[in-house]
């Protein structure tokens, strides 16, 4: 009795043992199901979120129409009465974004370019942590470091400068007339930090980018006779441009996003001025500021339509980034598309 | 039907099932927390509040070890939607509830429970005297009507003070609060002209920024940083953030003619001033108060609770009896006077206990004897 019981628990083991085994040998199907299900219910997400901006503004975008988007010069922002015009916020958080990006762009390049062709062997693993660390700082930090001595120690100074060299020529004036507040809390603050935040970025995927290109493209230039200068600007970045522009587009992401720092440095005014020096708005902090204590429906709708808004535009702005990657990476070899 | 169709529909219908299922969990867990910790408190709202309620449930626990309660301060507006859509037992607001507000909450009541002052604060270049202004000044400044120190209006308020040429920056909360409705609603007493054209709210449209010389900053630490930051500049701050940091704030001219300096007496005035004028919803603004000792800029931070339709009454009798003792127990008192609020005088405490006398859970009276 003992004997034939062990048997069959025996049996009964291996049988167990077949199933796992034909389950693991089998297991394409239900691993396939598992990661098709997976980026499903990514874009289950980004629908719901677009779904549920759109209808919780319903009520703001019948009442303030058309008019909540129409640029303009004396924008009201007014929970009181109940005006809302958007303006100063979309033209906040574009003016900072893009001028973030062209003051980061350069730098970054530049940085990549030492940290993958000119750096001593030695510097190239510590610098670049140093770099990746940047990326790494809270942006809370960068807000912070930013009212207490980035602003009063070097906005405030350079914005008094520019305000009054570039404040008086004609057409530039409009962007660059001051005066900047003793703070220095303005549209050109904003954009300096976000500048710093953004350049570890782009930074640390453009050299991966120039890391990535073969070392025999190298080698053939050289040996056509080219210098160094001239492998780096015909050759490593022409290769690996489509890479630059995929770096330069997450840089614009995180600079359209940015909120917490934007809202510390930014003045928080929606005065609506178009000048660099003066303080300003933008999208995501007016959103980030109001939203909580928001009391009656009209203003806490108005800010998701916001919200609307600032997500419209950053899938807008991704879309073209990406057929712009696209186009650039056509005429590339394969390996050097992004 | 071939494979890579017959996949997407497995897909999709897992898809399903998990969305199904998260949402049937999410119900079946909330309701079970709910009838199984009776005695877990949840209330949420107003930021104002926040720093009195947390040292008063942790206060409260040596009291009543047996009564857990939780506030959270998700803001004014969060509070009034979670007690409307009955998801918090009770919420705290700064804001009155609208019309609106009180037909889709059904059974809703308001309670003051506290007042806070408002402050204001400066750096003027050369200036280490205790300023003093008034409403009128105040108005004129925050409506660019007053942009110099040395305005003769200024100047007449402080005798002995010498008032740089300095353009005046005013810097103004950029986030939603109830500290800048309290400063509005002041500012609208102050002012007709101010009523009329910016009012009150958790956040108004500044006449400075307009003009160009304010400038918003977030929180009371904001706005403090960037009085700090900026020469020449003037803020508001709650009393109770001017204490903690030991920032020099200035005295008002009240309505009597008096100079006041804000404190938890100054404000217990303006709390008697108003005491007799009580809307039924219990609500009152205590601003422009004409006590003789009355600080002007005031206001109340309400409690909202359903007075009818409360079903779990242990936790409303446990709910009840913490705000009772907030609202009578010296230590309770002597803690939100050390943060810089002011609790309720009697001639304001015994209305609002009679009021909470009458909430009911089931049709009987929870508080026997309010």
């Known amino acids: 009795m003992e004997r034939s019981k062990s048997v069959v628990n025996r049996r009964q083991t291996a049988a167990w043992l077949k199933r796992i085994r034909l389950l693991l040998h089998y297991g394409d199907r239900p691993w396939n199901v598992l990661t098709i299900g997976m980026a499903v219910l990514v874009i289950l997400l980004m629908l719901s979120i677009g779904?549920?901006?759109?209808?919780?503004?319903?009520?703001?975008?019948?009442?303030?129409?058309?008019?909540?988007?129409?640029?303009?010069?004396?924008?009201?922002?007014?929970?009181?009465?109940?005006?809302?015009?958007?303006?100063?916020?979309?033209?906040?958080?574009?003016?900072?974004?893009?001028?973030?990006?062209?003051?980061a762009v350069p730098i970054s390049l530049g940085v990549a370019v030492f940290l993958a062709e000119l750096c001593p062997e030695w510097l190239r693993l510590p610098l670049g942590w140093l770099f990746e660390l940047l990326a790494a700082i809270p942006s809370v930090v960068y807000g912070l470091w930013g009212i207490f001595v980035f602003l009063p120690g070097v906005v405030e100074p350079v914005g008094s400068f520019l305000s009054s060299t570039l404040g008086s020529v004609p057409g530039l004036s409009l962007f660059f007339h001051g005066p900047i507040p003793g703070s220095g809390a303005s549209l050109l603050a904003a954009s300096l930090v976000l500048s710093i935040m953004i350049t570890p970025t782009i930074a640390a995927i453009?050299?991966?980018?120039?890391?990535?290109?073969?070392?025999?493209?190298?080698?053939?230039?050289?040996?056509?006779?080219?210098?160094?200068?001239?492998?780096?600007?015909?050759?490593?970045?022409?290769?690996?441009?489509?890479?630059?522009?995929?770096?330069?587009?997450?840089?614009?992401?995180r600079a359209l996003g940015e909120t917490m720092a934007v809202t510390m440095v930014v003045g928080n005014s929606t005065g609506g001025s178009l000048s660099l020096m003066r303080p300003g708005y933008t999208m995501s902090s007016i959103i980030a500021n109001e939203f909580a204590e928001a009391v009656t429906v009209l203003h806490s709708q108005a800010l998701i339509e916001i919200g609307l808004i600032?997500?419209?535009?950053?899938?807008?702005?991704?879309?073209l980034a990406r057929l712009l990657v696209w186009r650039v990476g056509r005429g590339m070899p394969k390996e050097a598309r992004a | 039907m071939n494979k890579k169709t017959n996949s997407m529909m497995v897909v999709m219908l897992v898809a399903a099932l998990i969305l199904s299922a998260c949402g049937t969990a999410a119900n079946a867990s909330s309701s079970t927390s709910v009838s199984s910790i009776s005695s877990q408190i949840n209330g949420a709202g107003s930021t104002f509040a926040l720093p009195v309620y947390s040292d008063w449930t942790y206060t409260?626990?040596?009291?009543?070890?047996?009564?857990t309660l939780n506030y959270q301060g998700i803001g004014s507006g969060g509070g009034k939607k979670g007690i409307i859509d009955n998801t918090l037992d009770f919420a705290g607001s700064d804001a009155v509830l609208s019309a609106e507000e009180y037909a889709a909450g059904k059974d809703l009541q308001m309670y003051p429970t506290l007042a806070g002052a408002?402050?204001?604060?400066?750096?003027?270049?050369?200036?280490?005297?205790?300023?003093?202004?008034?409403?009128?000044?105040?108005?004129?400044?925050?409506?660019?009507?007053?942009?110099?120190?040395?305005?003769?209006?200024?100047?007449?308020?402080?005798?002995g003070v010498s008032l740089p040429d300095a353009s005046i920056t005013a810097v103004h909360r950029s986030d939603g609060s109830?500290?800048?409705?309290?400063?509005?609603?002041?500012?609208?007493?102050f002012s007709a002209d101010?009523?009329?054209?910016?009012?009150?709210?958790?956040?108004?449209?500044?006449?400075?920024?307009?003009?160009?010389?304010?400038?918003?900053?977030?929180?009371?630490?904001?706005?403090?940083?960037?009085?700090?930051?900026?020469?020449?500049?003037?803020g508001y701050v709650e009393l109770s953030y001017a204490i903690a940091n030991n920032i020099t704030f200035a005295d008002m001219i009240n309505?009597?003619?008096?100079?006041?300096?804000?404190?938890?007496?100054?404000?217990?005035?303006?709390?008697?001033?108003f005491a007799g004028s009580f809307t039924d919803q219990l609500t009152n603004t205590i601003v422009d108060g004409p006590g003789a000792t009355s600080w002007p800029i005031a206001g109340y931070t309400y409690l909202i609770l359903h007075t009818s339709s409360m079903t779990d009454c242990t936790k409303a009798k446990n709910l009840l009896d913490f705000f009772k003792w907030a609202l009578t127990d010296p230590t309770a008192a002597k803690h939100a006077a050390d943060l810089g609020y002011s609790v309720l005088p009697d001639a304001v405490r015994t209305q609002v206990l009679a009021k909470m006398g009458e909430v009911t859970c089931n049709g009987t009276t929870v508080l026997s004897n309010p």
Do not use: C, H
């Open chain 2, 60 to 67: 409260y626990q040596s009291v009543n070890p047996s009564v």
């Open chain 2, 178 to 189: 109830g500290t800048t409705e309290i400063f509005t609603n002041a500012l609208s007493a």
């Open chain 1, 310 to 319: 600032l997500f419209i535009m950053t899938l807008v702005l991704n879309i």
């Open chain 2, 255 to 273: 309505k009597a003619g008096n100079k006041v300096t804000a404190s938890a007496d100054t404000l217990a005035s303006a709390m008697n001033d």
């Open chain 2, 118 to 159: 408002v402050v204001p604060i400066y750096n003027i270049e050369g200036v280490s005297q205790i300023l003093v202004l008034d409403g009128v000044v105040l108005a004129g400044i925050y409506n660019a009507t007053i942009t110099k120190w040395n305005d003769p209006a200024i100047a007449a308020l402080n005798p």
């Open chain 1, 51 to 103: 779904i549920l901006l759109w209808v919780d503004s319903g009520q703001a975008r019948s009442i303030l129409g058309l008019g909540f988007l129409k640029p303009t010069s004396n924008a009201s922002w007014n929970p009181v009465s109940g005006n809302f015009q958007a303006w100063p916020f979309i033209y906040g958080t574009l003016a900072t974004s893009l001028v973030s990006l062209i003051l």
């Open chain 1, 206 to 253: 453009a050299r991966d980018v120039f890391l990535a290109v073969p070392v025999t493209q190298r080698e053939a230039s050289l040996a056509l006779g080219a210098t160094r200068w001239e492998t780096i600007w015909k050759v490593l970045i022409p290769y690996g441009l489509s890479g630059i522009l995929g770096a330069v587009i997450l840089g614009l992401g």
């Open chain 2, 194 to 234: 101010w009523k009329a054209n910016v009012g009150a709210s958790t956040s108004v449209e500044w006449p400075v920024d307009k003009a160009g010389t304010g400038i918003g900053g977030k929180g009371n630490q904001g706005v403090a940083a960037a009085v700090q930051n900026t020469p020449d500049s003037i």
